[in-house]
């Protein structure tokens, strides 16, 4: 069975969240920064920076956490992120070699 992972990225300004999965984080944000799909929301919206994210064994565990964070409010989903990365740095070095380790 496939990994999943859940992300969180939001804009430079931190005025917009979007919630994701995806099985390849690495690659799934690296078409987030290039704008890869230029009509999709996270392209329109500039969200680019990587805030949050979760590691699952099972694609499908990722799936369900996903869904539960998006029922969420705003103020649930800023906390979260505050938990491990309180001035809301871009992740995307940290995660690069995720898929090899």
């Given at each position: ?17 979007y919630i994701g999965v995806t099985s390849n984080l690495p690659q ?74």
């Amino acid at each position: 069975m496939k990994p999943g992972f859940i992300y969180i990225i939001t804009n430079k300004n931190n005025t917009v969240l979007y919630i994701g999965v995806t099985s390849n984080l690495p690659q799934r944000i690296e078409e987030h920064k290039q704008k890869r799909y230029e009509n999709s929301f996270s392209a329109r919206y500039n969200l680019d920076k990587l805030v949050y994210f979760e590691q699952f064994q099972m694609i499908g565990d990722a799936i369900g956490r996903e869904k539960q964070l998006k029922a969420g409010n705003r103020a649930i989903k800023e906390k979260l992120i505050n938990s491990i990365n309180p001035n809301w740095n871009d992740l995307y070095d940290d995660i690069i070699d995720i898929m090899t380790i």
